[in-house]
């Protein structure tokens, strides 16, 4: 198994723990106006998820990849760091039940790891890039890797909302 496969395993396993005890109005509560509840942020997630895959997708397909170099996106951890959700990435304000988050997570996560299973040579993932809404050029491995990142990041937003509840 790649480091990378067990890092999006780990990180997925922990979020699912994380919201698998939580209650419906827990769930969708919003705490303030202005942020997100952890149905939201799960949701977003799932979304992000669908956008990384559909940019690995386009990466591999292109005739003439960019060029790009290995940026820095470990800073993604850092919570005091922060991001705006790009609008394409923003969740629903509809509730969800937990079993419903957890069935889009499962499913996006799936045609995700499909992708990655067709790539035979996964070092091409280092030398294609893909453009991101944030890092602009990235290459594909970065994708891979900041997809795990990200999930971390919103894992503790998602247990700081619990502690709010």
């Known amino acids: ?38 149905a939201q942020v799960c949701h977003h997630l799932v979304i992000s998820e669908k956008l990384f895959t559909k940019a690995i997708m386009v990466g591999l397909e292109q005739k003439n990849p960019p060029e790009a170099e290995h940026m820095p996106v470990h800073f993604v951890s850092d919570r005091s760091n922060k991001i705006q959700a790009p609008k394409i990435s923003e969740p629903s304000s509809e509730p ?10 499962n499913d996006s996560r799936n045609k995700f790891m499909d992708i990655l299973g067709q790539i035979d040579d ?24 900041l997809l795990y990142l990200h999930e971390q990041r ?9 502690s709010l509840c």
């Not at 990378?4 to 106006?33: A, C, K, M, P, Y």
């Not at 969800?96 to 997570?105: A, G, K, N, P, S």
């Not at 919103?154 to 619990?162: C, M, R």
């Open 1 to 38: 198994m790649d480091k990378w496969e067990e890092n999006l395993g780990n990180t997925r396993e922990q979020l699912l723990h994380e919201i698998s005890s939580v209650g419906f109005d827990e769930f969708n509560r919003r705490v303030e106006l202005n942020k997100w509840s952890i």
């Open 154 to 162: 919103h894992i503790e937003q998602i247990i700081d909302l619990k």
């Open 122 to 145: 996964k070092s091409v993932l280092k030398v294609i890039a893909a453009k991101h809404p944030i890092f602009g050029c990235l290459p594909l491995d970065q994708w891979v890797e």
């Open 96 to 105: 969800f039940q937990v079993l419903q988050i957890t069935q889009l997570l």
